[in-house]
């Protein structure tokens, strides 16, 4: 069946830093890619998506490339800041019977930014 | 406009007891879902209504749960006999449409079965 495998975390990093969390899927067809973020105390948010091969979805600085060659969907940053601490949810959805695009979910990646 | 509420956002209850867990979603959204995430785990799927019929409850655990959505709107699930093993965050999310890509999720309603 469907998965998805993010790195394990915690990550811990410096403001100004650079950010890579990698996240890597299998599925049968063609899946919608997403990254979630959820803050301290806060419910899960959609931090950005991409829907077919090659699409980059980017969002608050962030980014990740949707490589179906290496099933791939890594988030990346380019200098982090202490207001992106939060865990970060790599997530795959299929349309299925019935129009159901329920989500697949990685472990989750906490991430702390020191100042 | 208002986003997906949950409510109660805590509840705690004894083992052996009934609970109901109730979403309000986006108003319009005619997706709904509900997750389950344990801790130090992501979400995981239980069920999807397409208005008001449950179009996919297979990631429901047994069968002391249970979910309905009797006006396409809300919805409220339902745990018989809860056990410890219940013990989680009941995630609710909507979608503006069936099939839709984006689902906007709910704070969580955080169940403790003691």
């Known amino acids: 069946g469907n998965s998805v495998t993010q790195m394990e975390g915690p990550v811990t990093l410096s403001e100004e830093a650079f950010l890579t969390i990698n996240c890597t899927y299998t599925a049968t067809g063609y899946p919608s890619l997403f990254w979630y973020v959820q803050y301290p105390g806060e419910g899960l948010q959609l931090l950005l998506k991409a829907t077919k091969a090659d699409d980059k979805g980017s969002n608050k600085g962030f980014e990740a490339t949707y490589r179906k060659e290496t099933t791939s969907f890594h988030l990346e940053k380019g200098s982090v800041q202490v207001s992106d601490s939060a865990v970060y949810f790599c997530?795959?959805?299929?349309?299925?019977?019935?129009?159901?695009?329920?989500?697949?979910w990685g472990l989750g990646t906490s991430l702390a930014v020191n100042p | 406009g208002a986003g997906v509420s949950q409510t109660p956002s805590n509840k705690v209850t004894e083992k052996g007891k009934y609970v109901e867990l109730r979403c309000d979603p986006i108003?319009?959204?005619?997706?709904l879902y509900w997750y389950r995430q344990s801790l130090g785990q992501g979400p995981e799927f239980l069920i999807y209504?397409?208005?008001?019929?449950?179009?996919?409850d297979s990631g429901l655990p047994n069968d002391r749960f249970f979910a309905v959505r009797p006006e396409g709107s809300v919805s409220t699930l339902k745990i018989q006999r809860t056990e410890r093993g219940d013990s989680a965050v009941y995630l609710c999310?909507?979608?503006?449409?069936?099939?839709?890509?984006?689902?906007?999720f709910g704070p969580g309603t955080r169940l403790t079965v003691l």
């Open positions: 209504f397409q208005g008001t019929g449950a179009a996919d």
């Open positions: 999310a909507s979608s503006p449409l069936a099939g839709s890509n984006e689902q906007f």
């Open positions: 108003s319009g959204h005619t997706a």
């Open positions: 997530a795959l959805s299929e349309a299925n019977a019935g129009n159901n695009r329920k989500l697949i």
